[in-house]
């Protein structure tokens, strides 16, 4: 069934758990990560980088994969169909015009009237089609204070301010998680991210959860954390599975046999971060 994330975002930050983002980049993964959400019943929204949309033929080819495997694998969880990192409103836009239900808005970039200006504009498009956004603000990986006139970690103040002159449904306040592999040791602003959590009372997102350890997770949990994404553990995982198995099977070259060797790998890691993140039945 495919929603926006407004009710089960709200209900994850209502009790304490989190809705696990999982990224798409193919066919084969979205079956996987729906198969797997569907048996643990547990709710699941599907992020869809701008790249990976291109890679898999465009925002309309990606919509119609979705919304034919929910019906072919008679998918009930609530499933959310979301653009991860959208770069600007026409980005968005057609994001939205293909059937997406929810989309990012990310002008992290910008100053931060900016900021507000593009997201704002991004939410009066995305609720005129009941679609939810998410927005940034700081910029994921930063450093403290200031480079160059721009926020890295989000301040308290700016994003209440982004919230209540934009009306977004979610946030992303970077507050020392990074994408991809952490080449130092994570230190997040907790006592922040509660604040934040606090002051704007609306669903936070934890963006690069990948690689961080169970205990910040849970604790990010308890500090507003209700949408967490997950895309680099996936790819490892599968990855390495997938060379294992090409290095003990040279004469395959058959692309179905080689892509689902990484199943049960990444079916693994989808378990486990449901289980982190204590979504599992709850629907």
């Not at 979301?82 to 968005?92: A, Y």
Request: hydrophobic share 40%.
């Amino acid at each position: 069934m495919l929603v926006n994330a407004k009710e089960i975002l709200t209900k994850a930050m209502k009790n304490g758990y989190a809705v696990c983002q999982f990224n798409i980049n193919n066919l084969e993964w979205t079956k996987f990560i729906l198969e797997e959400c569907e048996k643990n019943k547990a709710p699941v929204i599907l992020g869809v980088s701008c790249g990976a949309s291109r890679y898999m033929g465009g925002f309309n080819t990606v919509y119609n994969m979705v919304t034919g495997l929910l019906k072919d694998l008679n998918i009930t969880i609530p499933v959310v169909l979301h653009l991860d990192h959208g770069s600007d409103f026409e980005t968005c836009k057609k994001a939205i015009d293909a059937g997406f239900t929810s989309v990012m808005i990310d002008a992290s970039k910008y100053d931060l009237k900016t900021n507000i200006e593009i997201t704002k504009k991004v939410t009066d498009y995305a609720k005129k089609h009941n679609v939810t956004v998410e927005a940034e603000i700081g910029q994921i990986g930063g450093e403290e204070d200031t480079v160059e006139g721009k926020i890295l970690f989000a301040k308290t103040e700016d994003s209440v301010k982004l919230v209540n002159e934009t009306n977004i449904d979610f946030l992303a306040p970077a507050l020392g998680s990074v994408h991809g592999l952490y080449k130092g040791k994570p230190n997040l602003q907790f006592d922040r991210m509660l604040e934040i959590k606090n002051k704007t009372n609306i669903p936070l997102v934890l963006h690069g959860a990948s690689g961080l350890s169970e205990k910040d997770i849970k604790r990010a949990l308890s500090c507003g954390i209700s949408k967490i994404n997950i895309n680099t553990d996936l790819q490892i995982a599968w990855s390495k599975q997938v060379r294992e198995f090409l290095s003990n099977n040279e004469d395959v070259y058959d692309p179905r046999k080689i892509i689902k060797a990484g199943e049960e790998a990444f079916k693994k890691t989808i378990v486990e971060k449901l289980i982190l993140t204590n979504s599992i039945n709850k629907i």
